[in-house]
């Protein structure tokens, strides 16, 4: 039950930021199902989770984006950490940054070297990111454009979160998202 009203109150989270962002811009869109991979090492061996729940709101005209998860989604082959994960108080992460681009084109464009600085936020705590990867042109027809991929590395203590024996406290994401085309092109 707890679960189901955590949940609840991720989706009325989600709901007020679109209306928000919806009331005071016609140029931003949301997708979902984007996929995130987090790989952290242990023991030596690699352990990657993830998830295909990423929430994505992007403004075409200024080229701001805000990514959000809920941690508990991620999953792996571990049936013990996804029991940890899915129990995990951690919450939302959310990413909010301006891509390295004046703004988004879904008509066509060259591919996109993307080298930014955005803010991560995790539970109570908000570091300041690098942030790498491509806005691909992969279409130009259908509904998706282009393919966002962004990659950071980030430091679980500075968050709070404590690592156990073994586990390396840096861990590596990887984000996928699919680039809308705008509405009538």
Request: aromatic fraction near 8%; charged fraction near 15%.
């Amino acid at each position: 039950m707890k679960q189901v009203t955590e949940h609840f109150k991720y989706v009325g989270l989600m709901i007020t930021l679109l209306l928000g962002h919806f009331a005071n811009a016609q140029q931003i869109y949301q997708t979902r199902e984007g996929t995130i991979g987090v790989i952290g090492v242990y023991n030596d061996t690699k352990v990657i989770a993830n998830s295909n729940h990423l929430f994505a709101l992007i403004n075409y005209e200024n080229a701001e984006i805000e990514l959000s998860l809920n941690t508990a989604s991620l999953r792996t082959t571990a049936d013990s950490l996804n029991f940890k994960l899915l129990n995990s108080s951690a919450g939302a992460a959310i990413l909010k940054g301006k891509l390295n681009i004046p703004y988004v084109n879904t008509l066509g464009h060259p591919t996109h070297a993307l080298n930014f600085e955005a803010e991560f936020h995790l539970g109570t705590e908000t570091k300041v990111m690098n942030i790498t990867g491509e806005l691909k042109h992969i279409a130009n027809n259908g509904v998706i454009s282009c393919l966002l991929t962004l990659n950071f590395k980030l430091g679980l203590s500075d968050f709070g979160i404590v690592v156990p024996d073994g586990w390396n406290d840096e861990i590596k994401v990887q984000i996928s998202q699919a680039v809308l085309k705008k509405p009538n092109q």
